[in-house]
């Protein structure tokens, strides 16, 4: 089954320590996405990326970090300096959104705690 | 700036009460407005698509609208299991801007 893999799916940091979320998706889509969501709020966006070796702030990219060497995978660092990080982490991808207008799909979600 | 606003917050329904969910929205050139469903603790589920002012889509319980400044979730004879968050999004430039969503609660 296609569809968009995050692990894990919860996860504790100590306070200083960096912490790396997986997301993997084999839809074949060249565009992927993180999201930070807070209780009661909606989705803010932190990075994304339309294509391999390219990738682009959002919103909220402030304390954290990505990559994408490969099409099928978006990771995700939480850094030290990221100040407050416990939150539930989405991530998602589409077509390439410069090509064609469309939606976007997700993954279960990580939930990380700092304690 | 592009923005997306949802409205009522919370809203409780009896199974069987109609109603709508309101999604408005402020865009330089619409390209795309999206419904999703979210389960506690999972991640968003596709819902809709809608491109154009006028455009209508239907699933189940379920129908979207779209006017030039607002969309509409329209849900007809609710269940329990229709309980939910509902979030907005549009399409910007690259990326999606969403809403805070709707917290739909269906009562048997």
């Known amino acids: 089954d296609g569809g968009i893999t995050q692990s894990p799916k919860y996860l504790f940091r100590k306070e200083g320590q960096n912490v790396t979320l997986s997301c993997e998706q084999n839809?074949?889509?060249?565009?992927m996405y993180w999201y930070r969501q807070d209780p009661g709020q909606g989705l803010r966006l932190i990075y994304y990326?339309?294509?391999?070796?390219?990738?682009q702030k959002g919103d909220i990219a402030e304390g954290y970090s990505v990559s994408r060497e490969k099409k099928e995978s978006f990771p995700l660092t939480v850094t030290s300096a990221q100040k407050n990080p416990t939150a539930f982490y989405l991530c998602?991808?589409?077509?390439?959104?410069?090509?064609?207008?469309?939606?976007?799909?997700f993954g279960q979600g990580t939930r990380l705690t700092v304690v | 700036e592009d923005q997306v606003t949802q409205s009522p917050e919370a809203l409780r329904l009896q199974e069987g009460e109609s109603s709508s969910l309101n999604c408005s929205y402020t865009?330089?050139?619409?390209?795309?407005l999206f419904w999703y469903r979210q389960d506690p603790g999972k991640g968003p589920e596709f819902l809709f698509t809608?491109?154009?002012a006028g455009e209508e889509k239907e699933k189940e319980r379920l129908k979207a609208t779209l006017t030039k400044k607002e969309s509409f979730l329209h849900i007809t004879a609710p269940k329990p299991e229709d309980s939910a968050t509902y979030l907005c999004?549009?399409?910007?430039?690259?990326?999606?801007?969403f809403g805070p969503g709707t917290r739909l609660s269906v009562l048997p």
């Open positions: 809608l491109y154009s």
């Open positions: 990326s339309q294509i391999v070796n390219d990738f």
């Open positions: 999004a549009v399409q910007r430039d690259q990326n999606f801007v």
């Open positions: 865009v330089s050139g619409l390209r795309g």
């Open positions: 998602a991808s589409s077509i390439d959104l410069r090509v064609l207008n469309t939606e976007a799909f």
């Open positions: 839809l074949n889509h060249d565009a």
